[in-house]
């Protein structure tokens, strides 16, 4: 069977008709996105969707239904009764920038098969990577709908949020809690770091960290994504190596290179466990915990 054929990821063998190449996203249709029309913030997650699922051939996903939340956003592990997956967004009005980087963010915890985490401690020492890739999805996201946006918008008058949608992008992207302290490396900030990601895996300015120095992979290796259809669906040891090793194992062979890639980039690969001293790390920054 060709990769393109392939069906990634946990849902693989799962007959349903509704199921489309691009998954079927349904918004609530009431006032609770304030000034902005539920038809438009439709348009807008299935733009996401739509470019999201590129990465993904052969992946179909049960339907998705939306609803504004003032909370947080989520994504349920407890689908609807019709088996959708129900997500819950806090963008409100005509920000749409801010409904792509929140429903991007949720749409990757589905893509990485955050519900095969439900029953088991599958993985939960290193949900913090989930995280961090659901922060990769949410800038890629913005930057590739920005492309799409300048010539294909979904309303024709739509083309000049485009130029907004990079720079929300490009905004966060320059944020100085996101760059890698001088001269360090990775994997020396992740060995720094290890110890808080496992105990809390929604430390915002720390999984950010993480997103800004993979986002360049992410952006030139699109089977990486390919990859992320397999995260999750193992059970793996407590610690981000084995995580990273049972990733691994579940991938199809032609996935195996950017998940070694990974695995180097945070110094956890076999001939590499052992760290120079001079990338030893002195100091920890500070945490900020948000929880999605
Ligand atoms: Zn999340």
């Known amino acids: 069977m ?18 489309q190449p691009a998954p079927d996203v349904t918004v609530a249709a009431d006032s609770s996105w304030g000034d902005a029309r539920p038809q438009d913030v439709q348009a807008v997650l299935s733009s996401v969707a739509t470019v999201m699922l590129r990465n993904f051939p052969g992946r179909r996903l049960q339907p998705i239904v939306v609803a504004h939340s003032d909370l947080y956003p989520i994504t349920l592990f407890r689908h609807s009764p019709n088996d959708e997956y129900r997500v819950f967004l806090t963008a409100k009005d005509r920000y749409w920038a801010r ?9 990757s915890h589905i893509l990485s098969n955050y519900d095969q985490r439900k029953d088991a401690a599958t993985g939960s020492q290193s949900q913090w990577f989930e995280e961090a890739l659901c922060e990769i999805a949410s800038l890629y996201a913005l930057k590739e709908l920005a492309a799409e946006w300048e010539h294909s918008p979904p309303y024709p008058n739509w083309a000049p949020y485009a130029q907004a949608l990079e720079s929300y992008a490009e905004n966060m992207l320059k944020e100085a809690h996101r760059a890698l302290p001088p001269s360090m490396s990775l994997a020396a900030w992740f060995r720094n770091a290890e110890t808080q990601l496992q105990a809390n895996p929604y430390m915002r300015k720390y999984n950010e960290v993480a997103a800004n120095a993979l986002l360049p992979l992410f952006e030139q290796t699109p089977a990486i994504w390919r990859a992320v259809g397999y995260l999750n669906i193992s059970s793996s040891g407590r610690s981000f190596k084995d995580y990273l090793s049972a990733w691994r194992n579940n991938v199809p062979e032609e996935y195996k290179a950017p998940i070694a890639q990974i695995t180097a980039l945070f110094g956890l690969s076999s001939d590499e466990s052992a760290a120079p001293l001079s990338e030893v790390p002195t100091s920890a920054a500070p945490a900020e915990v948000a929880n999605d």
């Open 99 to 107: 409904y792509v980087y929140e429903f991007a963010h949720e749409l």
């Open 2 to 19: 060709a990769a393109d054929d392939e069906v990634a990821g946990a849902d693989a063998g799962t007959l349903d008709l509704r199921l």
